[in-house]
């Protein structure tokens, strides 16, 4: 099994409800997303998949939360835009694209700050 792995940036506001404390107020952080793909085959050209299709997804799902206020979004209408459902909400959207190039999603980590990470592991492994 061979795994590959990006990472980028992104900054966006949220208010966590119900969960006590200052993050209840509006405020903001400088996310990073990782996100790691694998799958058990190398392409003919030695590659997993080549990393800049990666980026490419990557970057067009953050394009629509990145500067944003995320509970203003339909994807967070219902639920609180935490880390843990970023991370769902980029696993889901990196894996409609990865199924193309048959590779999987097996890890987003989504980083609130440089010292406190949370990580979703899609249930399709
Ligand atoms: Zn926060």
């Known amino acids: 099994?061979?795994?590959?792995?990006?990472i980028k940036s992104f900054s966006a506001a949220h208010v966590l409800e119900n969960i006590g404390g200052k993050c209840?107020?509006?405020h903001g952080h400088?996310?990073?997303a990782e996100v790691t793909v694998a799958a058990p085959k190398l392409n003919p050209a030695g590659l997993l998949i080549d990393f800049r299709l990666l980026k490419k997804w990557l970057a067009e799902?953050?394009?629509?939360?990145?500067?944003?206020?995320?509970?203003?979004?339909p994807s967070f209408a219902e639920i609180n835009?935490?880390?843990?459902?970023?991370?769902?909400?980029?696993s889901e959207k990196m894996e409609a694209?990865?199924?193309?190039?048959?590779?999987?999603?097996?890890k987003v980590k989504v980083w609130e700050s440089e010292?406190?990470?949370?990580?979703?592991?899609?249930?399709?492994n």
């Open 1 to 6: 099994m061979y795994e590959v792995t990006i």
């Open 24 to 26: 209840e107020e509006l």
């Open 30 to 32: 400088n996310f990073t």
């Open 61 to 73: 799902i953050l394009e629509d939360i990145d500067h944003k206020y995320l509970n203003t979004l």
């Open 81 to 90: 835009p935490s880390a843990e459902n970023i991370a769902k909400y980029i």
């Open 97 to 106: 694209e990865a199924k193309k190039a048959s590779v999987k999603v097996i």
């Open 115 to 124: 010292n406190a990470a949370v990580t979703y592991i899609p249930d399709n």
